[in-house]
């Protein structure tokens, strides 16, 4: 399926991250790569990229830009979990509050 540039445009700025999250696989979405749930750690952002892999393609790479070590496994609020599958790379991002499908969040949330 091929969409334009304005149809994924519109598909982007409706994208909301949800807590607490109820899907094994953080509601992995296939056309942008976001798990569509706040990923606690980056360890666990790396272990989701893991699981989520085309064997064909070998591993993923934590990307150079993370500025937190996948090894992390310091309990983070609102990051996000990326795997860009055109260049084997995992992203840990904070997500901004306009993207943020919930109010509120403790750890003990999820």
Request: charged share 15%; net charge positive; proline share 0%.
């Given at each position: 399926?091929?969409?334009?540039?304005?149809a994924i445009d519109d598909y982007l700025k409706r994208i909301r991250f949800k807590l607490p999250c109820q899907s094994k696989n953080y509601n992995y979405?296939?056309?942008t790569g976001y798990f569509l749930c706040a990923v606690p750690?980056?360890?666990?952002?790396?272990?989701?990229?893991g699981q989520k892999r085309d064997r064909?393609?070998?591993?993923?790479e934590w990307n150079e830009y993370n500025t937190?070590?996948?090894y992390d496994r310091t309990e983070r609020r609102?990051?996000?979990c990326?795997?860009?599958?055109?260049?084997?790379?995992?992203?840990?991002?904070t997500i901004s509050k306009?993207?943020?499908?919930y109010t509120g969040w403790s750890m003990a949330d999820t």
């Open positions: 399926v091929v969409l334009s540039t304005h979405d296939q056309w750690s980056a360890h666990r952002c790396m272990e989701l990229c064909s393609l070998g591993g993923y937190i070590s996948a609102h990051y996000s990326r795997m860009l599958t055109e260049v084997n790379y995992c992203f840990y991002n306009w993207r943020r499908g």
